[in-house]
């Protein structure tokens, strides 16, 4: 049996206008609400948590830290916090912005206190069904993908695990897609893993690793005398996932002949052994990843358009290295972590000049390359990591503003996000680095300590 108790559903409000406190505070109590004011949006975020039970309504215009950035880390510290924003009169676009990065409502001032009471109130219906999914990811095992290697803070990869956790509610097979080493395998095992399949077996097979003669019989089994060879009845993978997630890595290098008979399966969820004429009724759920565009693919005739079709329900795309350059230096630092852990050697610190080169480098082989890097660097090999020429043809202005960012980048996770440190290390006043930072869309949140 359950001892958890519902926790307390407090509303925090934040304004800076002492009038407004009042009267928010008042209607909310007046309607049973629990709420909490703050002047100051600092002290609000102290009490934002995971799994914090309530929600927030901010003031946008503020002096110090707007409402803006502290919807940023309220979602930082928990991505399906709902927001509310109260923004100006007429202050649509604003208000559609903030949607767009997040925000869960908003409130346009004046507002009637119906308004706030029912906005807040559908807020928290929300804040509820979210954490009543988690309460029940967690008996199931699942864990959240937040937990998972899928790390990154830069836009798109906070994105990605906000998909990952809204598809793993859902049943639906997946499509990943991604360049070689961008981490799809991890993408899907945290997919797995947030899912209410988590305790399930998760069987990973590579397309491209088997043989095409023996492909069918490992991912459906044979019957004993199937071929000859077949001593005895065996189990394909599909059977040995049952009731758990099915993995199929490389997909674009499945066989025609066999993407007809994958086909089939997926449609009905069954699968025949190989000389056998009972199929097997299966519940599994499959997520399929490609190196390779494979509506290209299709036109190229190497795959078959129906497969395509019958796989495309949800697609999720795994950026490269060079898609969330800001991402590398801590990823690096993390590696290095853990490369030294693997060797059972001591960390080494990560010079501020390797940083920066390792952040200006192109990384065609995406995380798994660095990683090597990372393991060389950690038992003392020759790194070799002259910052390499860019494609040709790429205009300049397009390679020192690449440059530009990843050494902000770079400085600023070696600093732990503090802008004073950066503007300094950098020879820029306080207000270029700002500049560059909205130019490039960094913001120091994404460099600051993990706590
Ligand atoms: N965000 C991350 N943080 C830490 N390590 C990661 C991350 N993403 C990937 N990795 C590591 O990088 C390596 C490559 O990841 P993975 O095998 O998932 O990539 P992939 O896209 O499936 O590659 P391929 O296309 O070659 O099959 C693995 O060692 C994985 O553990």
Redesign the pocket.
Known sequence: MSTETAPTETILFVDDEDHLRLAAAQTLQLDGLEARCFADPAEALTHIARDFAGVLVTDIRMPGMDGQELMRRALEIDPEFPVILVTGHGDIELAVNSMRDGAYDFLEKPFAPARLISGVRRALDKRRLTMENRRLRRQVGARDVTES????RSDV?VRLRERIRAIAATEADVLIE???????????RALARASARAKMPFVHI?CAALPPEWIESELFGHEAGAFPGALRTRFGKFEFAKGGTIFL??IESMPQAMQAKLLVAIQNRTITRLGSNDPVQLDIRIIA?S?RNLEEEVREGRFRADLLYRLNVVRLY?PTLAERREDIPR?FV??VG?AAARYKLATPEVPHHLLTAVAARDWPG???E??NMADRFVLGLDLDIAPEGRAEGQALANQIAAHEKALIAASLAAHGGSLKETYEALGLSRKTLYEKMQKHGLSRAQFMPEK
Not at 149 to 152: A, D, E
Not at 178 to 188: L, R, S
């Open positions: 290697r899928l790390t990154g990869m991604g360049a070689t080493g961008t981490g799809k395998e991890v993408a899907a590579n890595d490389e990843a190196k795994v990823l993390t590696l853990e995406n995380v798994r660095l990683r």
